[in-house]
Protein backbone atom coordinates (compact mmCIF):
# COMPACT_ATOMS: atom_id res chain seq x y z
CA UNK A 1 0.00 0.00 0.00
CA UNK A 2 1.65 3.39 -1.16
CA UNK A 3 1.70 6.02 1.31
CA UNK A 4 2.57 9.95 1.23
CA UNK A 5 2.84 11.76 3.88
CA UNK A 6 2.58 15.93 3.60
CA UNK A 7 4.73 18.19 5.64
CA UNK A 8 6.15 21.78 6.27
CA UNK A 9 2.99 23.94 5.36
CA UNK A 10 2.38 26.91 7.69
CA UNK A 11 1.69 30.28 7.58
CA UNK A 12 4.41 33.10 6.26
CA UNK A 13 4.26 36.31 5.32
CA UNK A 14 4.48 37.77 1.26
CA UNK A 15 8.06 37.10 -0.34
CA UNK A 16 8.81 34.25 2.28
CA UNK A 17 9.87 30.72 2.12
CA UNK A 18 8.48 27.54 2.67
CA UNK A 19 9.90 24.09 2.09
CA UNK A 20 7.15 21.38 1.98
CA UNK A 21 8.04 17.63 2.11
CA UNK A 22 6.06 14.37 1.25
CA UNK A 23 7.46 10.94 2.56
CA UNK A 24 6.84 8.24 0.08
CA UNK A 25 6.57 4.37 1.43
CA UNK A 26 5.36 0.96 0.37
CA UNK A 27 6.80 0.38 -2.98
CA UNK A 28 9.68 1.13 -5.34
CA UNK A 29 8.69 4.49 -6.84
CA UNK A 30 11.97 4.37 -9.49
CA UNK A 31 9.30 4.38 -12.60
CA UNK A 32 6.99 6.53 -10.72
CA UNK A 33 6.17 10.39 -11.83
CA UNK A 34 5.83 12.44 -8.22
CA UNK A 35 3.74 15.81 -8.31
CA UNK A 36 2.21 18.95 -6.03
CA UNK A 37 -0.99 19.72 -6.66
CA UNK A 38 -2.37 22.59 -4.76
CA UNK A 39 -6.25 23.73 -4.45
CA UNK A 40 -7.62 26.71 -3.02
CA UNK A 41 -11.38 26.92 -1.08
CA UNK A 42 -14.00 27.03 -4.27
CA UNK A 43 -10.83 25.93 -6.75
CA UNK A 44 -10.18 22.89 -8.58
CA UNK A 45 -6.77 21.34 -7.80
CA UNK A 46 -4.08 23.03 -9.79
CA UNK A 47 -1.05 21.48 -10.98
CA UNK A 48 1.91 22.97 -9.41
CA UNK A 49 5.21 20.70 -10.16
CA UNK A 50 6.34 16.84 -11.00
CA UNK A 51 9.75 15.09 -11.00
CA UNK A 52 10.54 12.06 -12.52
CA UNK A 53 11.73 9.70 -10.28
CA UNK A 54 14.67 8.66 -11.75
CA UNK A 55 16.79 11.12 -13.30
CA UNK A 56 15.18 13.76 -11.77
CA UNK A 57 13.34 15.93 -15.05
CA UNK A 58 10.68 18.55 -14.14
CA UNK A 59 7.93 20.27 -14.82
CA UNK A 60 6.55 23.20 -13.53
CA UNK A 61 3.14 25.32 -13.89
CA UNK A 62 4.10 28.27 -15.32
CA UNK A 63 2.65 30.26 -11.83
CA UNK A 64 5.71 29.19 -10.27
CA UNK A 65 8.12 29.07 -12.59
CA UNK A 66 11.63 30.48 -10.88
CA UNK A 67 9.98 30.69 -7.32
CA UNK A 68 9.29 27.04 -6.72
CA UNK A 69 11.80 24.25 -6.91
CA UNK A 70 10.60 20.41 -7.11
CA UNK A 71 13.29 18.18 -6.00
CA UNK A 72 13.77 14.02 -4.84
CA UNK A 73 16.00 12.77 -2.43
CA UNK A 74 15.93 9.01 -3.55
CA UNK A 75 17.82 7.33 -0.20
CA UNK A 76 15.13 8.80 1.98
CA UNK A 77 11.94 8.47 -0.82
CA UNK A 78 11.27 12.04 0.06
CA UNK A 79 10.36 14.65 -2.48
CA UNK A 80 10.53 18.52 -1.76
CA UNK A 81 8.70 21.74 -3.03
CA UNK A 82 11.00 24.50 -2.28
CA UNK A 83 8.83 27.53 -2.11
CA UNK A 84 10.45 31.12 -2.71
CA UNK A 85 8.63 34.88 -3.20
CA UNK A 86 5.45 33.39 -2.00
CA UNK A 87 2.24 35.52 -2.73
CA UNK A 88 -0.87 35.67 -1.38
CA UNK A 89 -2.47 34.22 -4.32
CA UNK A 90 -0.29 30.54 -3.56
CA UNK A 91 -2.45 30.18 -0.80
CA UNK A 92 -3.79 26.77 -0.61
CA UNK A 93 -3.94 22.75 0.65
CA UNK A 94 -0.81 21.37 -1.24
CA UNK A 95 -1.16 17.84 -2.18
CA UNK A 96 1.42 15.27 -2.93
CA UNK A 97 0.60 12.84 -5.57
CA UNK A 98 2.12 10.05 -7.59
CA UNK A 99 1.50 8.40 -11.04
CA UNK A 100 2.82 5.09 -12.25
CA UNK A 101 2.26 6.05 -15.62
CA UNK A 102 6.05 7.37 -15.89
CA UNK A 103 4.69 10.69 -17.84
CA UNK A 104 5.17 14.47 -16.38
CA UNK A 105 1.89 15.17 -16.53
CA UNK A 106 -0.25 18.34 -15.24
CA UNK A 107 -3.82 16.57 -14.70
CA UNK A 108 -4.94 15.11 -11.33
CA UNK A 109 -7.18 12.40 -12.88
CA UNK A 110 -3.41 10.63 -14.39
CA UNK A 111 -2.44 10.40 -10.25
CA UNK A 112 -2.72 6.98 -8.39
CA UNK A 113 -2.02 7.91 -5.16
CA UNK A 114 -2.14 11.25 -3.04
CA UNK A 115 -1.34 12.25 0.40
CA UNK A 116 -3.78 14.01 2.86
CA UNK A 117 -2.53 17.39 2.20
CA UNK A 118 -0.86 20.68 4.12
CA UNK A 119 -2.00 23.90 4.48
CA UNK A 120 0.07 27.33 2.81
CA UNK A 121 -1.34 30.35 4.23
CA UNK A 122 0.68 33.38 3.01
CA UNK A 123 -0.27 36.46 4.56
CA UNK A 124 -0.09 39.84 3.17
Do not use: H
Amino acid sequence: QVQLVESGGGLVQAGGSLRLSCAASGRTFWSYVMAWFRQAPGNEREFVAAILWSGGRTYYADSVKGRFTISRDTAKNTVYLQMNSLKPEDTAVYYCAGSSRGALVPTPLMYDYWGQGTQVTVSS
